[in-house]
């Protein structure tokens, strides 16, 4: 039987859970004590074993949200935690006073950019609720005869609204929003960290306007208790904890194997908040996109969206989202450039094709239609350009055809492994499965970008790149197989195990052969691999004997510290790099650019 845990905030709310609940197990409600904090024993309701404990008011403060349920869940392992009890509303017109709030979604508005003198602009991440209790609850609500429900858009932030006018302002950023509440930013951290599956379901006792009657507070917390109450009684929670592990399980494979494309494509949102086109990561902060496409989302004029910002995220990559300026933006040739505010952990710029000929070249390309917000990948056949410049490109007989939803996205050529291009239209008639692309060439002609290509991508530098071994540990496959593709894409020659050895060599005999033939060996150190014996360690010896032989004024061995770990006594005499760091990859950066410059000397 899976263990659900219901928290609540308010005295109202801890007293209706009790009661509720006792009546609906049919068993007194007890009181466990456990690491110093309080937890209720609310009996068995339909396939679950029921717990519930008090957060006090607010995400992150101290005994708040966040930390209540993070302890909650070590403490007791739920499969699944509910946050009950009672929310503001925000549209009196079409919603009622105990009204029911399911969140679909929450947009946490406390990181805010003050603009001017009364201007507010929420900067917080959108997130959404576990997809098993929302299909859930929606199954509930369909022989559910009490209150209405509205699933949607929880707004969540640390301050208690009683003023219209702040209400308004966030409505303003948050047109679809359903309601607000306190403590639903601490609810979704805690749990999607220890991955368990969360949601929210609160009813309104207010319109946030500063008028408050305490009966409304009583009626809405019992009508999102017993909302609560008939979803457990009809609707089977007992997959919810073996379908997050499934698809974890799933994720692990994918993860480990991100391509370049992935790791660059971004999600651009519209005024609704849903997908409406995609971007791509050429550097560190500047991304490439079609100027319609940002039009469309902001709903302005173009000239009015040069002043604008606009949120997008990577979905292959990372979860939270960021707002990004837009730096240049020309609709004749419907080309946008955006950049963002900081780095993005785990993002790479993916690298750039300047080729012509491309006829008969598969490609593939990322997309979000209609109804696919987790997005979609097609492929097809690169044709060639119409007398605008822009290729034609066809798609495969099946799977989905390239339509709205997929302007912005890159054109990943499958021959060169590189971008080549970005789709910008596609036919109106859904019968010809016909799209266009804008090259390379012709976006870098407007907005140059001053990043270096790999030479295996672009052919027209002469100049020998730097061999660069990759010594490590297998425990540190994933971080270092991230810093092989970034120092491939930065025109270095990464010698990965990996990628370099073919099946079938003798790798005892390959390995000391590349490390010769290196120009610097990368000594990637973390706890694991400083405690662990085996062919790493002999790896490392034989670098430093190669090292030995060098003359001792020039840079050959590059210890790199993945993590916070103790650096092995005969490596101490080098200078290390933190690449754990902010600052870590550029210093390991500077220490090959001076290498390079001894080589070609």
């Known amino acids: 039987m899976e263990k659900v845990l219901i928290v609540t905030v308010t005295k109202i709310e801890a007293q209706t859970v009790l009661e509720l609940f006792s009546k609906a197990s049919g068993q007194p409600w007890k009181r466990l004590i456990r690491n110093n904090k309080t937890y209720y024993a609310l009996g068995n309701v339909g396939n679950a074993n029921v717990f519930m404990v008090q957060s006090e008011m607010g995400a992150s403060t101290p005994g708040g949200a966040l930390l209540t349920i993070r302890n909650a869940i070590d403490t007791l392992s739920p499969s699944a935690v509910i946050m009950v009890g009672i929310a503001f509303g925000v549209n009196s017109a079409k919603q009622n006073l105990g009204d029911i709030l399911v969140s679909r979604q929450i947009a946490t508005y406390e990181p805010q950019k003050i603009k001017g003198q009364n201007e507010l602009i929420p900067r917080g991440d959108r997130v959404t609720a576990s997809i098993d209790l929302l299909d859930r609850f929606r199954s509930a609500e369909l022989d559910w005869r009490g209150a209405s429900v509205h699933f949607g858009l929880m707004l969540s932030g640390e301050k208690l609204i009683n003023d219209v006018s702040f209400r308004n302002q966030l409505l303003k950023f948050e047109p679809e929003a359903v309601g607000g509440e306190m403590e639903g930013t601490g609810l979704y951290v805690a749990s999607s960290e220890s991955k368990v599956s969360w949601i929210l379901v609160k009813a309104i006792c207010d319109w946030a306007d500063g008028s408050k009657i305490d009966e409304f507070q009583t009626i809405a917390a019992t009508n999102a208790v017993s909302f609560v109450v008939h979803a457990l009684q009809r609707v089977s929670f007992t997959e ?74 990577f979905p292959l990559i990372a979860t939270r989202s960021y707002f990004a300026s837009i730096t240049f933006l020309d609709s004749d040739s419907d080309i946008a450039v955006l950049e963002l505010p900081q780095y993005v952990e785990k993002s790479r710029p993916a690298p750039l094709a300047y080729e012509s000929n491309l006829w008969g070249r598969p490609f593939r390309a990322f997309g979000f239609p209609a109804g696919r917000e987790l997005g979609v990948w097609t492929g097809g056949i690169i044709r060639g350009p119409n007398a605008q410049g822009w290729v034609q490109i066809e798609g495969k007989e099946v799977g989905y055809r390239i339509q709205a939803g997929f302007s912005g996205s890159p054109v990943w050529d499958e021959n060169t492994n590189a971008i080549v291009g970005m789709i910008v239209a596609t036919d109106t008639d859904s019968s010809v499965r016909v799209a266009l692309f804008i090259p390379i060439t012709k976006i870098v002609e407007l907005f140059p970008i001053s990043i270096s290509q790999p030479t295996e991508v672009s052919t027209k530098s002469d100049k020998r790149r730097l061999q660069v071994f990759l010594c490590h540990a297998s425990a540190d496959k994933t971080t ?11 025109g270095y020659k990464p010698w990965f195990d990996e990628e370099n050895l073919t099946p079938g060599q003798r790798w005892e005999i390959e390995i000391p052969k590349a490390v010769r033939a290196s120009d610097a060996i990368v000594i990637c150190l973390s706890q694991k691999s400083i405690s662990k014996s085996g062919y790493v360690q002999k790896e490392i010896k034989f670098a430093l004997d190669v090292a030995d032989e060098k003359p001792e004024n020039i840079i050959f061995l590059i210890p790199c510290r993945l993590e916070e770990c103790e650096v092995p006594e005969r490596l101490k005499p080098f200078h290390w790099v933190n690449l754990f760091q902010e600052n870590g990859y550029s210093g390991l950066q500077r220490a090959l650019e001076s290498v390079s410059l001894e080589t070609s000397a």
Not at 247 to 276: C, F, M, T, W
């Open 480 to 490: 270092v197989r991230e810093l092989y593709r970034r120092l491939l894409h930065d």
């Open 240 to 313: 919810i904890q073996e379908s997050a592990e499934t698809a974890e399980a799933h994720l692990k494979p994918y993860a480990q194997s991100v391509l370049p494309i992935d790791a660059s494509i971004v999600r651009i949102y519209g005024k609704q908040n849903l997908p409406i086109g995609v971007g791509f990561l050429v550097d560190e902060r500047h991304i490439f996109t079609c100027a319609h496409v940002i039009v469309s989302a902001l709903g302005v004029s173009a000239d009015e969206a040069l002043s604008k910002e606009i949120r997008l995220d």
